[in-house]
């Protein structure tokens, strides 16, 4: 206003923004860092998760092929068998039955009596040796398949073996085996009448068959504390320890001839055991070798009978 210049400085100094400095650049590469090595550690955690998971599956899908290649092999193994009883075992009786009957329908006339019934009584064997065999291989393809059917009831034990003593009474006849059925008192059990039938037919069977001439076969039977005792003793050949556990095992046992070479398939035993638990029942064995076998089933009492009593 009066004239006079006056002349006044001012400085301004113009700082990089925030994300242009020095700290925060060293910052970002730091987080930057880190993310891509979090990054990196989930990635390789995951394929190695995703690798256990596969070998996982594929230790599984190994197992199942393992599995189902070994229940083929046995089931081609049973199949093997199942032709082998048709084609021999079963062909054998019924040829022989064939024979009989060809011999008596040609000859009718001219055979005596007597030699007339001696060929009726060996077709009546043979025909019941092709029914035990029909039987026990029915049971037992029921079995493996899981198709058997459990129908538990109240019924006669007496009824039972009195029927099974009867049915191989010729068969002991024949072999002149003294051959006798004991039960003192009426029993009744509680399971599946016709399971229990095939049980008692396959022991006794087996005894007549391993036992020789002029021997004893005795069929026992006691209830004692809600359990029925039924013992199959046999002056029979009897089992070594060792033939004895293989029968005790859960595998096949091995086939062996009778003492009048009877042939036999070893089903009737894996029957008996399969059927006895079945029946929520237990079995003992006992044998010595050249002296004779005693098989021993414990059964359930029926327990309407036990409460009447």
């Known amino acids: 206003r009066d004239g006079t210049e006056r002349i006044s400085s001012l400085s301004i100094g113009v700082d990089y923004p925030f994300w242009l400095q020095w700290w925060f650049i060293l910052i970002s590469v730091a987080f930057l860092g880190l993310g891509i090595f979090g990054i990196a550690r989930l990635y390789s955690a995951r394929t190695l ?22 229940e ?3 089931l081609n193994q049973k199949k093997d068998l199942i032709f082998s009883i048709l084609s021999h075992d079963l062909r054998g009786p019924l040829t022989t039955l064939k024979g009989f009957l060809s011999l008596l329908i040609d000859n009718t006339d001219a055979l005596p009596k007597e030699d007339i019934r001696k ?15 029909l039987d026990n291989t029915l049971y037992w393809s029921l079995s493996q398949t899981g198709n058997i059917s459990f129908t538990p009831s109240d019924f006669s034990l007496n009824k039972v073996l009195t029927k099974i003593h009867q049915l191989y009474q010729l068969t002991a006849d024949q072999k002149k085996i003294d051959f006798h059925l004991d039960v003192k008192d009426p029993i009744h059990v509680y399971g599946d009448e016709n399971m229990i039938y095939v049980v008692f037919r396959n022991i006794v069977s087996n005894a007549l068959k391993f036992t020789k001439e002029g021997k004893r076969v005795d069929i026992l039977a006691y209830q004692e504390n809600g ?25 096949q046992p091995a086939v062996k001839t009778g003492t009048a070479l009877e042939k036999g398939t070893g089903l009737g035993l894996v029957l008996c055991k399969n059927f006895i638990r079945l029946n929520q029942g237990d079995f003992h064995i006992k044998s ?22």
């Open 227 to 251: 359990t029925a005792h039924i013992t199959v003793k046999d002056e029979g050949v009897g089992m070594s320890a060792d033939d004895l556990l293989k029968l005790m095992s859960d595998d």
């Open 119 to 133: 060929h009726a009584n060996n077709i009546r064997n043979s025909l019941n040796s092709s029914i035990d065999l």
């Open 72 to 74: 083929l092999a046995d």
């Open 49 to 70: 998760r995703d690798k256990q998971r596969l070998e996982r599956i594929l230790k599984e899908r190994t197992r199942e092929i393992e599995e189902s290649r070994a």
């Open 288 to 309: 010595v070798e050249k002296e004779g076998t005693e098989f021993t089933v414990l059964l359930p009492r029926s327990t309407h009978n036990q409460d009447r009593k």
